[in-house]
């Protein structure tokens, strides 16, 4: 007999009565945390994830991360080189194009094997990551353009052409 089938009925309701369930205003009573701090949680907690010897990945994801981290390596030296040496433009510029392809196949591929986690999660859950995944999305073509902005305009000031008419 189980300890829960061995209590009487009016333990089993006294020990019920003893569970404090939340009430819907406990949470919205609750002072928020300023994005820093809870930035700085949610790093602390992934660091934390991170270093558990009992989360394991598949080798496929594994793999992706491999593949990022070394065409992301390769572009970004090809990058530097086509920038760096005027002789090399035409022969780097071509190889550059090929490595943003890769690098471009290796982040779809990340993306897309963690992308089937979202069915096992509640659906408040998979809702959130999803957002923060556009989120995430939108800032890195937020700052990509920036960027691209910046460095075709400081390029433009010291070549002292004007910017392309589109």
Not at 87 to 98: D, F, K, Q
Not at 117 to 141: D, K, P, S, Y
């Amino acid at each position: 007999m189980t300890e829960a089938e061995s209590q009487k009925p009016s333990e089993i309701e006294a020990e019920k009565s003893n569970i404090a369930e939340p009430s819907p205003k406990a949470n919205s009573e609750k002072p928020r945390k300023g994005l820093l701090a809870v930035a700085q949680e949610t790093m602390l907690y992934i660091e934390k994830a991170e270093k558990d010897k009992s989360i394991t990945f598949r080798t496929n994801d594994r793999i992706s991360v491999i593949l990022i981290m070394l065409s992301f390596t390769l572009e970004a030296g090809l990058l530097l080189l086509f920038m760096s040496n005027p002789a090399m433009r035409n022969v780097c510029i071509g190889m550059a194009l090929i490595a943003d392809f890769l690098f471009g196949l290796a982040i779809l591929w990340f993306v897309l094997l963690r992308f089937g986690v979202l069915r096992t999660v509640e659906a408040r859950h998979a809702l959130l990551c999803w957002q923060l995944m556009i989120g995430a999305g939108a800032l890195f073509a937020f700052y990509t353009t920036n960027i691209a902005f910046l460095f075709f305009t400081l390029y433009n000031v010291n070549s002292n052409q004007l910017p392309p008419s589109l």
